[in-house]
């Protein structure tokens, strides 16, 4: 339903700071709800932030993990169908596949943090950010 393409990850050292994009296309619902996640090597997947893209109130509205609130920002460009998450002040411990991934969800659902890696049908490729100590 929506193709989703991850870019912009790279190898930085420990304080540094990279910009991931989510290019999305296909049609979006007036209920959607795109996310990043990650997978560090060896452990499971997570979810880091999400924000409400859909036409309902509560549009642009975000949610973020307690691990990278504060250092990560999620935010929208309608206008390039894209999401980007911006990340600051990263560590070792950030070093992980970013996926990001789309699914229909109620605006107080998508940015409160209600939801879980199972209810998103849509994934992308992923992006590998690397940091170094």
């Known amino acids: 339903r929506v193709h989703l393409a991850e870019s912009g990850g790279d190898s930085v050292q420990s304080g540094g700071s990279l910009r991931l994009s989510c290019a999305y296309s296909?049609?979006?619902?007036?209920?959607?709800?795109l996310a990043w996640f990650r997978q560090p090597p060896g452990k499971e997947r997570e979810g880091v932030a999400s924000?409400?893209?859909?036409?309902?109130?509560?549009?642009?509205?975000?949610y973020y993990a307690d691990s990278v609130k504060g250092r990560f920002t999620i935010s929208q460009d309608n206008a390039k169908k894209t999401v980007y998450l911006e990340m600051h002040s990263l560590k070792p411990d950030d070093t992980a596949m970013y996926y990001c991934?789309?699914?229909?969800?109620?605006?107080?659902?998508?940015?409160?943090?209600?939801?879980?890696?199972?209810?998103?049908?849509?994934w992308g490729q992923g992006t590998q950010a690397t940091v170094s100590s």
């Open positions: 991934a789309a699914t229909s969800l109620m605006p107080d659902d998508c940015y409160s943090g209600s939801w879980s890696e199972e209810l998103f049908s849509d």
């Open positions: 924000i409400y893209i859909g036409d309902l109130a509560g549009s642009g509205s975000t």
């Open positions: 296909g049609s979006i619902d007036i209920d959607d709800c």
